[in-house]
């Protein structure tokens, strides 16, 4: 059965940084879950109150986007184009639900000014005495993130967090959509705890997958006249259907180098 757009194009990429995790030193995340309600108060504020700021060009934007040896125990590359998908080709059965769509497949929310992508793969923690099946579950907990970073012009990047959290209220019991033909079906979206920019919200979306539960994270983040969604999805909660924690450290990372 074919495997969904979400699947299919976190996988790739998680291929190709595992490759790189093999000829990698050792070294553990340090990431940890995040909470407050800092993020969901500055979320209440209206996109219009919010002052207009310059957006960062093309080459800024470049610069200020998160590159390999910025978030300790994870590997980080610009993401390739052969692993990504255009704006035009997610498609959502409900139009109130496409900001949500957008951001799980890693493509512009909103209409950014300059943009550009990075994949971010958390190397497996080190864990002793580990029975051969515990050893085989531990290598396989590691968290895929398509990070999707914009610049935009004047309130455009916190519109696009007032939109990405419109959609999750108004989508929250589920939604159907098709990215690059490929349908997915999201069947549950629930608010998380984040804190980080100037602004951030987060959620757990649970879909079904060719007969399968599984769960990704989600996370939206504004700092200044930028925005960045966070699409993440772990390999040993994949198949299980289970919870993991959202990759604070990259999300906090990325705000402070925008900063």
């Not at 029975?131 to 085989?136: R, Y």
């Not at 610049?151 to 519109?159: E, L, P, V």
């Not at 159907?176 to 920019?197: L, Y």
């Amino acid at each position: 059965m074919q495997p969904t757009a979400i699947r299919r194009t976190a996988l790739a990429a998680t291929a190709v940084c595992v490759a790189l995790l093999a000829t990698a030193c050792g070294g553990s995340s340090d990431s940890a879950s995040g909470s407050g309600d800092k993020g969901a108060d500055k979320g209440k504020e209206s996109a219009a109150a919010q002052p207009a700021a310059k957006a960062l060009t093309a080459a800024e934007l470049e610069k200020a986007a998160l590159a390999q040896g910025d978030v300790e125990g994870h590997k980080i590359a610009k993401t390739a184009a052969k692993d990504t998908i255009s704006k035009d080709d997610v498609k959502s059965a409900n139009a109130a639900c496409t900001p949500l769509a957008n951001a799980l497949m890693g493509v512009e929310v909103g209409e950014p000014a300059a943009f550009t992508r990075r994949t971010v793969v958390s190397e497996p923690k080190k864990k002793e005495g580990l029975k051969p099946e515990e050893m085989f579950e531990a290598a396989m907990d590691i968290t895929t993130t398509q990070l999707a970073l914009g610049a935009y012009d004047g309130t455009g990047a916190a519109d696009s967090v007032a939109a990405l959290r419109k959609a999750a209220t108004e989508c929250a019991g589920g939604f159907e959509f098709t990215a690059a033909g490929t349908k997915n079906k999201i069947t549950k979206v629930t608010e998380a705890q984040v804190t980080a920019g100037e602004e951030a919200a987060a959620w757990t979306v649970e879909m079904a997958a060719d007969g399968e539960k599984m769960q990704l994270k989600l996370v939206g983040m504004r700092q200044g006249a930028s925005f960045a969604s966070f699409s993440s999805m772990n390999l040993a909660a994949m198949g299980s259907g289970g919870d993991f924690e959202l990759p604070t450290a990259v999300v906090e990372a990325q705000a402070k180098k925008l900063a």
